[in-house]
């Protein structure tokens, strides 16, 4: 059973989605390790690499995603866990942005997969199954 | 200190806003003065005093408009409520940004900066306390319209005596509600703590002839949250701002999408809060309500939107709540531009006037959702004060800490989370699992029995799978959920 | 041939038939042969049929959506059904022209040339004559859901005779609410005769094995109408159709405003459709009802029009309507773009969805406004009968000859004109000025002591002035008017 | 006191407003003759000729404006009233479309005064009094 890590990034106290998120993961079949809202970039990497997990979901909802997950993917790097899948969902930027650019952004910072606002978790179950292989 | 339901005694209030001030460069300003800052309130006019207006509106049965609206960039930001108030907001509001409620100024500066040079906003609301009195004021001098902070703040001391001093006239807030939905690890005697010294600000300014506000947060989660429980959120933060001082309160809730119990809701808020407050003691305190538009996720679809936004208008009319706050119809994407948050409170205002002159016919069905709501209350009420053995602040924390009171989806720690909501067959919200919360055997029965028939009818189990779909439910269009 | 309430024999009707389809050079086709076009309905499938539609839909207790639009060239008309479609639209509308409608196919063949030419609309609605056979069928071949005709035509027996064999199952319109709101100076006994033939074209059909439905046309002038006026011509028009054999019949009413009134109307409506069809022997006939979003002048802005359009739904969901006629947010200014209908269809649907599982409770006041509505039609319907001697299509004729009947803003020289309504207090549509309408003392005195109650509210004087600054009222944003 | 024709041209039905703008004329003290709704150009010329007014305010709703108004100011000019002043309101044109662009088009078909939707006669009081210098 494959292990994926989800959280909200920064000050961001949105918590329903992360436990619907919990929820459907783990009746997807999922080991998941949830370090719940308010929580760092730090906090993340450490459960990651704590449980060995192949995926780091981070949920950011209020707006502020872009400047909590910037340079991720540089503490991943220094963690030793270069490779670890990073998606990003939620309402990652304010207002209403163009989403090709705002993926751009994202996909620079290092995030293998970046969602539109209003992609429930179930939309993403098929990329998932596909980038774990199980 | 021990936590106990007790008026902050002067000098220690003052004491503790020395260091309150030291907080943020910003505390610094001579206009935080206290006989400055009474004096420049007193200069303004009456229109602006949002106590004042709240009085006005409720002896006429008006239902106030007042969005949500708050952009990092000073400039901006005026703009913007100048927009809003154009297109008939009564109330005007700033919306403080994420990082000013975590008293992290250091990086609403940053964020400050940021949206200034990249000339969009990077900040998810208004960073109050790094602009100061000086911005503060700016803004309220910038509009005709009384100007309320609203935010999400377990620790909004400095914050409240920035806009207070800069002539806003209402603060949303209290202990619980800015708390238990807004924090992660924050302990409730904490920020009831914060909150009392908030309150006792206002108190000051009450004693000193200025009419102040107070909202305490409503909707909480904004998520399936039972009217009763909101409700005794609510009355509790009354009763502790009005020990401090406060004399004008407005209580809140959020949108259910049952018409029945939606308004069943805000009439028994408005009748509890001013029953209980008379029975402890406070006399002189002025009970008003305000009715929040949907809370939940929001349909993407922007036509959809504008209907959810009407359709709220329209049970809040209907509930002749004293104040209604609008969403947009980008709600569920981001933030909204000025022009569809201006769109919001257009569309909005027009429902609450072409609505001014009905409101909810009284029914049966009406008076048996209050008496349940109400009984609710009593028991929940009761068994607060009991574990505070008498004392309101002390029982509120133990009351959580024992889940006898219990906020659905919340992210604080020191909410159990046990509790799980659901809706019955008429889209009622009721509960389906209950945790610890200390609601009576007959109330239990009355909740399972509504969700049972739901349960019956739609051939499915009761489950957390219920709860699941009616999280997603207006979103996707129905109010109560169905399986996939 | 004198007019009467009787089912025109077959032979008489074939002949007359012949005739019809000589008028415009479309009648000639082929596929008009009445065995051709029976055999044709009938190779539809089940879910295009309106009338059963309607028949599922009220057994469910759902309210069904429908835009109305029209467009002169038939491909855009195509793409603009399509579109409404996937908004959401149950049912699918054509509105003709007014050209067609005033049978001026001459001009409406100009209209769609032209059209065509310039590439942007000259006509207000769908040519349907004009397309023929031909061109509707391919409409009705290019969508899913039921398709109607919506008109407003005095003498539509060859606009009926070509849609119906086209495969379209339903045609709004009467020999009233077609001639009165529609037309100068086309004398009712041209108008119901000519809806004679319509219904009993419908009658054959049916007799054929092929349900088609049949809608009253229930705003008439869409302007504060009382509903127990525009409840008489629905009722009526629904006995003269069951009369000539149909069995499926529609009864309509356009929102008034407040929202007891507008629910208490539909039920009435309801309710009383079915007793009197009952009561004059036509057992047979099921009966739904439809309810018209604000018919009125609308806002000009769009956020406040969309709020219009959410209000409108929630009422017609709460009353139950089996079906809605939605507006687009450009309703003041223009046709709407297909955008502009589409949003209006799913800002409606999305009401409709939300509110399925709740109608209006049951109150008292709920049961004074129907019965009220109901005493006045009552009254109406017997003077009616009493001025046919027992002929209801005589009666009509000379109740509205004699003013007994009157609605008010109507066009036409066959209607008296001299009925005047205004708001009360509430908003609900009452009488100021009775004409010669037949109600009774009971029921003037009803409405005299409503409207002066409003007089002495706004201190004014009851006058004229009253019915207009009603009449701009709801575009201005409010309900009531008042003194400018 | 100064005569004004009112009424609806072509096959427009729409007799709110016309009964509205009769009253509000009449108020405002002019002499008002209403033709009523489904009325021709050649209704319109033969009422100002009789009643010899000065001006004819035409009123189209429903669309079909822009067919049923053209050509008017020739027919006025055949009937003998060249100098009668033309004006137009109501919605008169088929859906929302750019209102300069409108106004050219009817003021190129000899229209004085052409309104856009939504003007209340109310607004036009003034326009007409400066015109017909009361
Ligand atoms: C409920 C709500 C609240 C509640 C939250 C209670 C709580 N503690 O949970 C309250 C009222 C407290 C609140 C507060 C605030 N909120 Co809020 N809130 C919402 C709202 C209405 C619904 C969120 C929700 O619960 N949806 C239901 C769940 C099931 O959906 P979800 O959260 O979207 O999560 C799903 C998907 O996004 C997806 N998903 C999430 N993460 C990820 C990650 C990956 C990798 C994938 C694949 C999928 C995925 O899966 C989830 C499950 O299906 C949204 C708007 C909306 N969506 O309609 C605004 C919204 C998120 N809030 C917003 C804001 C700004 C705030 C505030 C700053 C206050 C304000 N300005 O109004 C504060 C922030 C407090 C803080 N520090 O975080 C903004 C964010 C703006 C932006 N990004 O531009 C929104 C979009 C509203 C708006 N348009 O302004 N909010
Ligand atoms: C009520 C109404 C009806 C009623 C009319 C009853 C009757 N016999 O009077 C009914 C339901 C029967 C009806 C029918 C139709 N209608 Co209709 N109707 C309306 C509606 C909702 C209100 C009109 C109204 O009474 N307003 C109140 C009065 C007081 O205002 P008013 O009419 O605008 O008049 C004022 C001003 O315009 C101005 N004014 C008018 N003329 C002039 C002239 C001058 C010189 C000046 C200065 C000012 C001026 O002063 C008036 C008084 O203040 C309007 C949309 C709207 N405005 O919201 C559509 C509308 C006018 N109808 C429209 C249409 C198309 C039709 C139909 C073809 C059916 C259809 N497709 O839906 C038929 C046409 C029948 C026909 N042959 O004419 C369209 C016209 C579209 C366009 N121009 O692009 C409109 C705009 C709706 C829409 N958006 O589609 N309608």
Same mark, same amino acid.
């Given at each position: ?134 | ?121 990077? &900040? ?28 999400? *703040? ?46 006792? &600000? ?18 909480? *989660? ?63 305190? $002025? ?34 709540? *004293? ?31 072409? &609505? ?25 009420? *009761? ?36 509790? &799980? ?12 699992? $209950?945790?610890?919360?200390? $609601? ?45």
């Amino acid at each position: 059973m494959k292990s994926i890590v989800i959280g909200v990034i920064g000050s961001d106290v949105h918590a329903v989605g992360n436990k619907i998120i919990e929820y459907t993961l783990e009746n997807a079949g999922y080991n998941v390790v949830n370090i719940g809202v308010l929580s760092s970039q730090e906090d993340f990497i450490n459960a990651a690499i704590e449980t060995n997990a192949s995926l780091i979901m981070v949920s950011s909802l209020y707006g502020h995603g872009e400047l909590d997950c910037r340079g991720m993917r540089d503490k991943c790097v220094e963690a030793g866990i270069e490779n670890i899948l990073l998606y990003v969902g939620g309402n990652i930027v304010v207002g209403k942005q163009n989403f090709d650019e705002v993926k751009n952004r994202f996909t620079k910072m290092g995030f293998n997969r970046v969602y539109p606002p209003g992609t429930p978790i179930d939309q993403a179950l098929g990329d998932i199954h596909q980038d774990l292989g199980e | 200190m021990e936590l106990q339901n007790k008026k902050i005694p002067l000098e220690q209030f003052l004491k503790e806003r020395e260091q309150v001030l030291s907080d943020w460069k910003t505390g610094s300003s001579p206009e935080l003065n206290l006989d400055h800052a009474i004096a420049y309130s007193k200069s303004l006019p009456e229109s602006k005093n949002l106590a004042l207006l709240l009085m006005k509106a409720k002896k006429e049965n008006r239902t106030l408009v007042q969005p949500r609206a708050g952009v990092p960039v000073l400039e901006q930001h005026i703009k913007l409520l100048q927009h809003l108030e154009s297109c008939g907001a009564d109330v005007l509001p700033s919306t403080i940004d994420s990082y000013t409620r975590q008293n992290r100024y250091l990086e609403a500066e940053k964020g400050i900066k940021e949206s200034e040079e990249l000339g969009r906003a990077l &900040l998810n609301g208004f960073p109050a306390v790094n602009h100061g009195v000086e911005g503060c004021k700016k803004v309220q001098e910038s509009v005709h319209a009384p100007l309320q902070a609203r935010h999400g *703040t377990p620790d909004a001391r400095l914050l409240s005596e920035i806009i207070l001093a800069s002539g806003w006239t209402s603060n949303e807030g209290g202990g619980i509600s800015y708390n238990i939905p807004y924090a992660k690890s924050v302990p409730l005697e904490t920020s009831i703590r914060n909150w009392q010294y908030c309150d006792r &600000l206002v108190g000051y300014y009450e004693e000193h002839g200025v009419h102040i506000n107070r909202e305490p947060f409503g909707p909480l *989660t904004g998520t399936l949250v039972p009217p009763s429980i909101s409700s005794t959120v609510a009355i509790c933060e009354a009763l502790l701002a009005a020990e401090q001082g406060v004399k004008n309160i407005t209580v809140g809730y959020g949108m259910g999408g049952n018409i029945v119990q939606d308004v069943a809701a805000i009439r028994t808020l408005q009748i509890m809060t001013e029953r209980y407050l008379k029975e402890k003691g406070y006399h002189d305190v $002025f009970v008003s309500t305000v009715f929040h538009q949907w809370m939940g996720g929001f349909p993407e679809n922007e036509a959809e939107a504008a209907g959810l936004i009407a359709f709220s208008s329209t049970v809040a009319a209907l509930s002749k709540a *004293t104040k209604m706050i609008t969403k947009s119809p980008q709600e569920s994407v981001g933030i909204p531009t000025m022009e569809a948050n201006g769109y919001g409170v257009k569309e909005s205002k027009y429902i609450i006037n072409m &609505l001014q002159d009905q409101q909810m016919v009284d029914s049966e069905k009406l008076r048996i959702e209050m008496n349940q709501i109400e009984a609710e209350v009593t028991c929940l009420m *009761t068994c607060i004060y009991g574990a505070g053995e008498g004392d309101l602040a002390k029982g509120v924390v133990r009351a959580f800490e024992q889940g006898l009171i219990d906020v659905p989806f919340a992210p604080s720690k020191y909410n159990a989370g046990k509790i &799980l909501p659901a809706r019955d067959l008429e889209g009622n919200i009721r509960i389906l699992e $209950f945790g610890r919360t200390c $609601f009576s055997d007959e109330i239990k029965e009355f909740h399972r029995k509504k969700i049972q028939e739901r349960a019956d009818f739609q051939h499915r189990p009761i489950s957390f799978q219920m709860t699941v779909d009616d999280v997603y439910s207006v979103g996707l269009g129905k109010l109560i959920g169905h399986k996939k």
